[in-house]
Nanobody, 122 residues
Framework: QVQLVESGGGLVQAGESLRLSCVAS????????MAWFRQAPGKEREFVAA???????TYADSVKGRFTISRDNAKNTVYLQMNSLKPEDTAVYYC????????????????WGKGTLVTVSS
């Protein structure tokens, strides 16, 4: 069983930045696609960003140019750098992992974290 633990959420003002981290267990981290999803109050969970084991990054249109996903395979960690935060970014952010397969807006993944709350005030 792969366990994912998110951290880095908090309360910030619009325009500020946060970096989320997700630490995964296991020795096969480099072969997993990693992704971030978020769920805002009263809304459905939505795709934010993904980074594959063998190719580039993908982003939701709403965060392109502001968010950057990256990974450090030596540390079994994926990051989400969030700049120029907006109130509409307020959500619980979830880390997800999928072995040797893409992660997209369908939300299909093998493992999920429990989430970290990001609140952006105006």
């Amino acid at each position: 069983q792969v366990q994912l633990v998110e951290s880095g959420g908090g309360l910030v003002q619009a325009g500020e930045s946060l970096r989320l981290s997700c630490v995964a267990s296991g020795r096969t981290f480099s072969l997993y696609t990693m992704a971030w999803f978020r769920q805002a109050p009263g809304k459905e969970r939505e795709f934010v960003a993904a980074i594959a084991w063998n190719t580039g990054n993908t982003y939701a249109d709403s965060v392109k140019g502001r968010f950057t996903i990256s990974r450090d395979n030596a540390k079994n960690t994926v990051y989400l750098q969030m700049n120029s935060l907006k109130p509409e970014d307020t959500a619980v952010y979830y880390c997800a992992a999928r072995q040797l397969a893409p992660i997209d807006s369908t939300g299909r993944a093998d493992y999920w974290g429990k989430g970290t709350l990001v609140t952006v005030s105006s």
